[in-house]
Each structure stands twice: as structure tokens, then as C-alpha cells.
């Protein structure tokens, strides 16, 4: 019986010690988790310019915050709004990602992204930025995200070609601009001494608004009515004079309306234009003697146009948004403040490198005056001319509209209808007017 | 009275049963991935769906429908297509024809030459574009150069935005033949081979000329291949979109917007799926009756070959 007691009480004692290790175990399987927690997953969307830096971007986000695991998803310019909006719509995870100032509002009212309204740190980030920046961010009286860059657009001529000619400077009117083109032709220096980027994609004609907003005119009212063709009558009198300009005088390159802005500085770079209208961080690349032939001899000033107190330049913004797919507002906040704002030293470090590398404007005022940043950018630019023009930069008036991708493209078919003769410029803009005004009220 | 061949009726039954469990597979797939799509787009053409707007989805009957035909956007874009389709239709027969009654001759290097006709349908449409935007370029474009060398034009054009919308049209639709014509050859060189030579020898018999022969002989010989040719180059001329994507992005202006581009347009870039596939069914509507159309005229007329 003793035996078998013991036998019994060893068994049982062998049960229990079992029991207890296989529980141990397992508790240490469960508890292991939770000591060194699996990071939290972050999916970053942008569109194809710079990945690599993006990248290295995502990978100090990561070394500062070890919880976090950013995945970047990188999708070509031409995809980009439709893929993004396909991965929204199928619930699929975005915690940040670029948008184009001109989608916030239909994408805020759409769903795709959310008001970082709240979010700790955005006030104190708020009052460095610069105001038309602020306000880009700004629908409803909700904000939709952080800078990653601002920019203008202006006038970029060769001082090398003017002087040449004979000119003391710049063109300081459309007239002039005839004038010296005219005489560059005439020298026979160049065929066609401007381009434009005149290729019908969506959210370019830069040129036409740049144009426009350069002599005072304005496209919008408050109220989102179109004022051309008659109201004002500006955007008229700069297609009347870029018809004559493309057809009778034949001083702008007709290839213009095969060429997107990259191409324009393709050809700029080159060393084949004298006159054309950009962004102003492409003075970077023009600049620059390793991919320019031209390097140095390249000026951007303000839009030649007779004087007035509505003149203006064409600025935009790109923001870090927050997509409405985020699983954790807090947690895609963390990388969008990252992104769009300082880095655990304090210091704007994403918005430094992107001037520092691509020549971006920043989206906040320390950033824009520190002297690094003016000592850098002042060797491609002057940093005086286009503060100035960053000041008093205006933004399309219908980019907070959420019809704004429908009209922008009427609006450049009808300006190259009117380019290539196929209508007059007033016939082309009414036109434009008329179905704009039918898109604003379908939407 | 019954005989001993026939076979009982269940055997029927589950022979037929067993045909169908044959073909299962095939009738899942083929509704899989053909019939849902094609059942799913006309249910949302018949919706409000704006991906704009969210998942938002409301029926509203025929009003995609009726929008559109009430756009002067899409009358514009049919006479587009309507010329582009004509234009590519008229190219490719008539090439397609002479090209194959030339390869349906003897000469020496028949077989390479007839192996170098397929080279352009084996390019990938993407590839075909990129390469017609390199020729068509208005700063470094060859066909610019070739021009110029020799002296029909002084300095180089911009072919794709140009001031005249024949030309961009012209030049669009001189890319998409060279991309198409290989098909049209060789359905047609293929028909050619079967006209039997007893009808060649008869014609010359009858001392009928090369034209003679052609008009009488070959051409109602040619009809059935002409007819597939006529239906697959329309719709590939209605559902040109690669070319356009690459070359204009249907500009300039509206010169080059089709109708498969307007499509594209609306679904793709303007994010209303509603209209964009109310935009899907009504080409296919106009290819179904032009199909129809040719089927009737062609195969209804005096002296084709049935």
C-alpha cells in the first residue's frame, strides 16, 4: 500500500511538476510578447520624387521612436490620387501621407484624410508657419495636416542672352518681353526663345496663373464665381497676347504644349530658352554646373507686368496628411509630426534636408531665415527677390474647392483650344466660365 | 418499340451531368472574372458612385445616361472616335490588302519578310507610344530630322500639339496602324491562301486582268476576312487608349479626347465611376451596332463567299 501511495504521490507529484512547468512555460511564452513588444506597423504613402529620401526620413522616425515600423509605399505621380483614394475606399491602412494643397478639401470631404485638430504639439508648430501655409492647411476651420514644402512660382530669364542682345535687364512687361524676344530671334541666337510648360495634366499651367496673378488679375471671386472672361478681364488680355505670342510672333516654342515643367527645365538646362515661367526650386538645378549648361547665368524675379497693388506670384504647398485609414490617430500623428515638424532635438530636421537636397521651401519662418538656409539657397537664388514674392503669394482660388481637379482641366483645354487658334481667347475663357460653373453646381 | 441500343435515361442524365462537372470549372471562371465584372459595372453605371464622395453608392436609374448624352463633351468625343476609328479603318484595309496580296506572291526572303511584318503587333502598346513619342518629338524627334533632310519642312514642328488638329489626329492614327496593320495582313494573307487556284486559272482563261481578277475572283473570297478585320480593327480603334495615355493625354485642347479617354477621364482622373461606366457601355453599344452593321452589309451583299 506504501509503495503504492508513494507511487501514487510520485505520479501525482510528476503531474503537478509537469503541469507547473508546461504552465510555466507557456506563461513565458505569453509573457515574452509583452516585454519586447512587436513594433507598431506605420504605412507612409508618397508620390515618387526622392523615395531613397523619404526613406532615410522614415528610418530616423524610427531610430527616435524604437516602438515604430514605418512602411513606405512609393506610387509614380500619375497614379498617385487614384491609387491612394482606391487604397482609402478599400480600408486599407494609411497613417500619413503627401497631398497636393488642392485636394484638401475633397479629400476631407471625401473621407481619405482627418483633422489633426488636437493633436499635441500642433499649436506650438502653428505659429512658426508661414501664414499662406497655415492657411493652405486650413478647411472648414479644420487643419488637415503639416508642410512638406512651399513654393512660388516666377520669371526666369538668361543674363547672359539679355545682355548679349543688348539689353540692360530684364523684360519688366509682357511688351518688353515681345520686344526682347523678338530681338533674340532676330540675332538669331535662338528659334524660339520661350517655352512654357504648357501639356495638359492635371494641376499644371503654372505659366497662365503665374501670368495672370503677375499683372493683378484674378480667376475667382469669394464666392467661387468665375469673374473672366468679363469681370476681369486679365486672364483675356494674357491669352490674347500668349496666342499672339505662340502664333504670329513665334517667339514661344509650340513644343511648350509637350512639355511638363521637369521638361522645361530639361531644356532650359540644355541651353535652349531665354525666357520661361518655373518654380523656383528648379533654380537649384539650373544652377548647379554639374547638370546645367547654363549654371549661374539664370535669374528668377517677378512676373513682367505693368505695376499694381494685386500683383502677385502663384504659391502652393504639399502637407503631410493623416489618412482617415490610420488604426491609431496618436500613433500617425507621432510620424506626421515627425515629418512635418521637429525632431525630438527640435529642430525641423526633414524640412532642413529638403532644402538642403532638393532646394524645397519650407513651410516655416525660423527655417526660411536662418542664415544656413539663406547662405545655401542664396547660391541658386536671390533669397531678397523671392522672399518678397513668397510674401504677398496667392494660391488658386478654387484649390479649396472640391471640384477643383474638373475646372482646372477644363480650364487648360480651353486655353490650348485657344493656343492653337482653334478658339478666340475670350470665346475659349467664356467657355471654361460656362462649364465651370455647371461643374460648381453638380458638385 | 425499343431496342436494345438505347441507353436508359439516367445514364443520359448523369453523362450530361458529367459533361457539366467537365465544363464547371471553365463556366466558374468565366463568370468569375467575365461575367460578375461585366454584371457589376452596368449595376454601377445604373448608381451615384463618386470616389470622391466615399463609398457613397445610390441608384438612380438611367441618369448617367441621361447625362452624358446631354454633354457636349461626349458629341465631341464621338466625332472624335468617329474619325480616329474611320480614319485607322480606312488606312488598314486598304494597306492590310495590298500587303498581303504582295506577301501572297513568290519572291525570294517571303518567310522573313512576313516574319518582319508581325514585329510591330508583338510590341507591347505602352512601348508602341513611348516609341512614337520619340519619333514625333518637336526638339529632338527623327521624324522631325527626316523631314528636314529631306526638305519638306525648314525647322522642326511639334507634331503632337500642333495648330492644325488633322495633324496631331494624323499623326495618332499613323501610330496606331503601324501597331494594328500586322493583324489585318495576316487574317487577310491567310484568306488569300484559300482562293482556289482552279478560279485563277479559269479568270485567266477568260482573259480577265489583274483588277478584273481581283474584283471578281479574290475580293468575294476576301469578304469573311474582311468582315473580322472591319469588327476587331473598330474596336480597337474605339478602344484606342495606350497611344493616347503616351502621346497627348487627349490634348491639345480636346483635339485627341475619344471617347475611351473621356472614359478614362471620368472613372480615372474625375473619380466618378457611375458615369464612367455608364461611359464603358454606351462604346460598347456603339461596337455591338457597328459589328452588326458590317455583319449585315458585308455578308448580305451580292457575290461573297459564305
Known amino acids: ?443 | 418499340m425499343s431496342t436494345g441500343l438505347a441507353k436508359p435515361r439516367s445514364t443520359q442524365i448523369s453523362e450530361a451531368g458529367f459533361g457539366f462537372l467537365l465544363n464547371a470549372p471553365a463556366v466558374a471562371l468565366i463568370t468569375a472574372l467575365m461575367l460578375y465584372p461585366i454584371a457589376a459595372s452596368f449595376w454601377g453605371s445604373l448608381h451615384f458612385q463618386h470616389l470622391r464622395f466615399g463609398s457613397v453608392s445610390q441608384f438612380v436609374g438611367w441618369q448617367n445616361y441621361l447625362d452624358i448624352f446631354k454633354e457636349d463633351d461626349f458629341w465631341d468625343a464621338l466625332r472624335v472616335s468617329a474619325i480616329f476609328a474611320g480614319a485607322t479603318l480606312a488606312m488598314t484595309t486598304v494597306l492590310g490588302t495590298g500587303a498581303a496580296l504582295v506577301l501572297n506572291e513568290n519572291f525570294p526572303g517571303r518567310g522573313f519578310v512576313r516574319a518582319l511584318v508581325l514585329i510591330p503587333w508583338a510590341i507591347p502598346p505602352v512601348v508602341n507610344g513611348l516609341l512614337w513619342q520619340w519619333i514625333f518629338d518637336g526638339k529632338v524627334g527623327i521624324f522631325n530630322q527626316l523631314l528636314v533632310d529631306l526638305g519638306a519642312i525648314d525647322t522642326y514642328q511639334s507634331w503632337l500639339a500642333n495648330t492644325d488638329p488633322a495633324v496631331v489626329l494624323a499623326a495618332l492614327v499613323f501610330a496606331h496602324v503601324w501597331k494594328t496593320l500586322p493583324f489585318s495582313i495576316i487574317v487577310l494573307l491567310a484568306a488569300l491562301q484559300a482562293v482556289p487556284a482552279d478560279l485563277h486559272d479559269a479568270a485567266l482563261v477568260d482573259r480577265a486582268g489583274p483588277l478584273s481578277r481581283f474584283r471578281h475572283v479574290v475580293l468575294p473570297w476576301l469578304m469573311p476576312a474582311l468582315v473580322v478585320v472591319l469588327i476587331v480593327e473598330t474596336l480597337t480603334a474605339f478602344q484606342a487608349f495606350d497611344l493616347i495615355y503616351v502621346l497627348t493625354g487627349g490634348g491639345p485642347g480636346t483635339t485627341t479626347t475619344t471617347l475611351a479617354w473621356l472614359t478614362y477621364l471620368t472613372a480615372f482622373d474625375r473619380l466618378d465611376l457611375g458615369h464612367g461606366n455608364a461611359y464603358g457601355y454606351i462604346i460598347a453599344m456603339i461596337q455591338f451596332m457597328l459589328a452588326a452593321m458590317y455583319i449585315f452589309t458585308l455578308r448580305s451583299g451580292k457575290g461573297v463567299a459564305q
Open chain 1, 1 to 443: 500500500m506504501m509503495s503504492g501511495r508513494t507511487n501514487g504521490s510520485t505520479r501525482r507529484r510528476f503531474i503537478a511538476n509537469a503541469g507547473l512547468t508546461i504552465g510555466a512555460a507557456s506563461a513565458s511564452l505569453v509573457a515574452k510578447p509583452t516585454l519586447a513588444q512587436a513594433p507598431k506597423k506605420l504605412v507612409y504613402v508618397v508620390w515618387a520624387f526622392e523615395p531613397q529620401t523619404h526613406r532615410e526620413h522614415a528610418d530616423r522616425f524610427e531610430a527616435e521612436n524604437p516602438g515604430y515600423k514605418v512602411e513606405l509605399v512609393t506610387i509614380n505621380f500619375r497614379d498617385y490620387v487614384k491609387k491612394v483614394l482606391a487604397m482609402v475606399n478599400a480600408g486599407e491602412q494609411i497613417d500619413a501621407m503627401l497631398v497636393y494643397n488642392f485636394h484638401v478639401a475633397a479629400w476631407s470631404e471625401g473621407g481619405i484624410i482627418q483633422s489633426v485638430d488636437g493633436m499635441p504639439g500642433l499649436d506650438a508648430l502653428n505659429t512658426d508657419m508661414l501664414p499662406f501655409v497655415h492657411d493652405i492647411m486650413m478647411y472648414k476651420g479644420k487643419q488637415y495636416g503639416l508642410p512638406y514644402y512651399q513654393d512660388i512660382a516666377g520669371f526666369l530669364w538668361r543674363d547672359d542672352i539679355v545682355k548679349k542682345v543688348g539689353f540692360s535687364g530684364p523684360p519688366k512687361t509682357l511688351d518688353e518681353l515681345k520686344t526682347q524676344a523678338v530681338e533674340i530671334k532676330k540675332q538669331k541666337i535662338m528659334d524660339y526663345p520661350i517655352v512654357f510648360e504648357a501639356i495638359l495634366t492635371p494641376s499644371s499651367m503654372y505659366y497662365f496663373y503665374s501670368l495672370v496673378y503677375g499683372a493683378g488679375g484674378r480667376f475667382f471671386d469669394k464666392e467661387l464665381e468665375p469673374t473672366f472672361p468679363d469681370r476681369d478681364t486679365m486672364p483675356v488680355q494674357v491669352l490674347d497676347w500668349l496666342v499672339e505670342a505662340f502664333q504670329n510672333w513665334k517667339i514661344v516654342d509650340a513644343s511648350s504644349m509637350e512639355m511638363d515643367p521637369n521638361k522645361v527645365r530639361d531644356v532650359f538646362a540644355a541651353g535652349n530658352v531665354t525666357f520661361t515661367v518655373l518654380h523656383r526650386y528648379y533654380m537649384r538645378h539650373l544652377n548647379n554646373p554639374k547638370v546645367s549648361k547654363v549654371a549661374d547665368q539664370v535669374k528668377f524675379g517677378e512676373i513682367p507686368a505693368a505695376p499694381s497693388p494685386n500683383r502677385a506670384a502663384e504659391g502652393w504647398a504639399r502637407l503631410y496628411g493623416m489618412g482617415k485609414t490610420a488604426p491609431n490617430k496618436e500613433d500617425a500623428w507621432k510620424l506626421i509630426q515627425f515629418l512635418g515638424g521637429k525632431d525630438k532635438s527640435g529642430h525641423y530636421y526633414t524640412a532642413e534636408r529638403w532644402v538642403d537636397l532638393q532646394g524645397l521651401g519650407p513651410g516655416y519662418t525660423p527655417v526660411l531665415t536662418s542664415p544656413k538656409v539663406i547662405a545655401d539657397t542664396s547660391k541658386w537664388v536671390d533669397t531678397t527677390i523671392a522672399g518678397k514674392m513668397a510674401q504677398s503669394a496667392v494660391v488658386r482660388e478654387i484649390s479649396k474647392a472640391t471640384w477643383y481637379p474638373e475646372a482646372d482641366l477644363v480650364l487648360q483645354q480651353q486655353v490650348q483650344r485657344a493656343l492653337l487658334r482653334q478658339a478666340k481667347p475670350r470665346e475659349a475663357l467664356a467657355t471654361a466660365a460656362a462649364k465651370i460653373q455647371e461643374i460648381k453646381k453638380k458638385a
